[in-house]
């Protein structure tokens, strides 16, 4: 198996697993969204640490891409807290879908900060591509409703710019499970004080979901780390978007949350892009060979 192959089916488990994140995050309730990352962070954390713990390498790392460790892990804790805030006021899908839109601002920032190249055509998906996302955040004067769309479209940029770190990391040899651990506690770490000032109280329910939240987000995040590293994002980012299709079918399950027809057409729009880009990197690709 070649490595944009792997990197696709890293990507597929990515991508239901963080569904599964989304699902268990919204189904926690009213919690605060900081407090809802620690516990989603926490099992990541653990599962990581004993990875390398039983390792032969253990928690080795070249001390000159500390720099963007920190990057990575301050970026991906804004960007989930931003995320966990829009799933929690938003319909799922539409929250999840503003989230991936990290594929595409993975492509500008790793055009800006690890020159891998971006044509013509990119650069017109990635506005398309925007424009789709306004259809979904409905910007208007009513920040009730604006903001956690807002928020949504923020922690998508922020992801994005992680990967992008995440890439460098693995193109610099960077082991997936240190990756993984330096960011889940650097998150869990982050959420400490808040957590000692602003506690809310939980049911036992709303600890074991968050523990399943935590369970998803540590498959998530395993497989988008080995993914971004067996091959580069113009590749296998189009297959990431199949969160949306899960979180689709988990909101009308188990919400009855359907989107309304201009969702939509944001959908349509930015996964238009994402296919029409898939296909035109692919060919680009086989010219170059």
């Known amino acids: 198996m070649n490595s944009k192959n792997k990197g696709i089916i890293c990507i597929l488990i990515s991508a239901f697993s963080f569904s599964i994140m989304n699902l268990c995050v919204k189904l926690a309730g009213d919690l605060p969204p900081i407090e809802k990352s620690f516990f989603r962070n926490i ?7 004993i990875l390398l713990y039983r390792s032969k390498t253990g928690f080795s790392f070249k001390r000159e891409n500390l720099p963007f460790f920190v990057l990575r892990a301050s970026l ?3 960007g989930i ?3 966990f ?3 929690s006021n938003m319909v799922l899908s539409d929250a999840s879908m503003l989230n991936k ?3 595409f601002f993975t492509l500008i920032f790793s055009y800006l900060f690890l020159k891998e190249k971006l044509s013509p055509f990119q650069c017109i998906s ?4 925007f424009i789709g996302s306004l259809f979904i955040i409905k910007p208007s004067f009513d920040l009730t409703a604006t903001f956690p769309a807002l928020c949504g479209l923020i922690g998508g940029i922020c992801a994005g710019a992680a990967y992008t770190c995440v890439r460098y990391l693995g193109i610099k040899g960077e082991k997936g499970p240190f990756i993984v651990f330096f960011f889940s506690t650097f998150s869990c770490l982050a ?3 808040f957590m000692i000032s602003r506690f809310e109280p939980m049911t036992m329910k709303q600890l074991l979901i968050l523990l399943c939240a935590g369970l998803g987000a540590a498959g998530g995040q395993f497989g988008i780390t080995a993914a971004y590293k067996y091959a580069p994002a113009r590749e296998i980012s189009i297959y990431d978007y199949t969160l949306v299709i899960f979180a689709a079918v988990w909101s009308a399950v188990f919400f009855g949350e359907l989107p309304d027809w201009i969702s939509i057409i944001g959908y349509i729009l930015i996964f238009a892009m994402s296919a029409l880009m898939f296909v035109y990197n692919n060919r680009h690709a086989e010219t170059q060979k």
Do not use: D, K
């Open 101 to 103: 839109l990290s594929p």
């Open 76 to 78: 991906g804790t804004l």
């Open 81 to 83: 807290f931003c995320n």
């Open 191 to 193: 959420a400490v004080p």
């Open 43 to 49: 099992v990541a954390a653990v599962i990581s640490f």
């Open 85 to 87: 805030y829009a799933l």
């Open 126 to 129: 990635i506005v398309i591509a």
